[in-house]
């Protein structure tokens, strides 16, 4: 019914910048929130950044300033521009979103396969 479809991620040196990409695809009437969760090894999953169809937009701490979250409602898209990425900034990068779908306006919580960031030298 739904997907999300992450892409953008790499291996990239500390200072570096990367940008990723989410895309709902499907049978989609409404989207909610929207954001990014990483998961390092060993570690819980976190959320980093997220949105509201509202425009209202959250960080975790330790990203604001470094990271930009956005989202072109057009194009049922998610992005996340991460600069001045550290070592520490290395996990899988998880897209989720809370969508409205055309069967029967169930509304239901959706993640995306996820992509690996790796901040190494």
């Known amino acids: 019914q739904v997907q999300l479809v992450e892409s953008g991620g790499g291996l990239v040196q500390p200072g570096g910048s990367l940008r990723l990409s989410c895309e709902a695809s499907?049978?989609?009437?409404?989207?909610?929130?929207m954001g990014w969760y990483r998961q390092a090894p060993g570690k819980q999953r976190e959320l980093v950044a997220s949105?509201?169809?509202?425009?209202?937009?959250d960080y975790a701490n330790g990203v604001e300033g470094r990271f930009t979250v956005s989202r072109d409602n057009a194009k049922n898209t998610l992005y996340l521009q991460m600069n001045s990425l550290r070592p520490e900034d290395t996990a899988v990068y998880y897209c989720?979103?809370?969508?409205?779908?055309?069967?029967?306006?169930?509304?239901?919580?959706?993640w995306g396969q996820g992509t690996q960031v790796t901040v190494s030298s």
């Open positions: 989720s979103a809370d969508i409205q779908t055309l069967i029967w306006g169930v509304r239901n919580h959706y």
């Open positions: 949105t509201t169809s509202t425009g209202g937009i």
């Open positions: 499907g049978k989609i009437l409404n989207i909610y929130f």
